[in-house]
Nanobody
């Protein structure tokens, strides 16, 4: 059983940056594909970004929602069992609870098996 714990959320002004971190335990982190999702008030949970486990000669695959491309960057540190989400040029519409997720299969859509409890990001205008 994989446990995920997000941190790094908070209040930021529009145009600012935040970095979310997700610490994992209970599994072989390097073998899991990781992702971030978010859920805004009154809306359904949506995909934000995902990063694969290492595959052959390719270091990692990464995918992003169109709404965050060019602003958000997902990365992973297998030595620290951590996945990061660097969020730049934040907009009020990025306000949401952000969830870390892990899964054994990588693809689009990314459908994870494990979820964290979420961390709140609030972007003020």
């Amino acid at each position: 059983q994989v446990q995920l714990a997000e941190s790094g959320g908070g209040l930021v002004q529009a145009g600012g940056s935040l970095r979310l971190s997700c610490a994992t335990s209970g599994g072989t982190f390097s073998s899991y594909n990781m992702g971030w999702f978010r859920q805004a008030p009154g809306k359904e949970r949506e995909f934000v970004a995902s990063i694969s486990s290492r595959s052959g000669l390719v270091l990692y695959y990464a995918d992003y929602a169109d709404s965050v491309k060019g602003r958000f960057t997902i990365s992973r540190d297998n030595a620290k069992n951590t996945v990061l989400l660097q969020m730049n040029s934040l907009k009020p519409e990025d306000t949401a609870v952000y969830y870390c997720a892990a899964g054994r299969r990588y693809g689009q859509p990314f459908i994870p098996e494990y979820w964290g409890k979420g961390t709140l990001v609030t972007v003020s205008s």
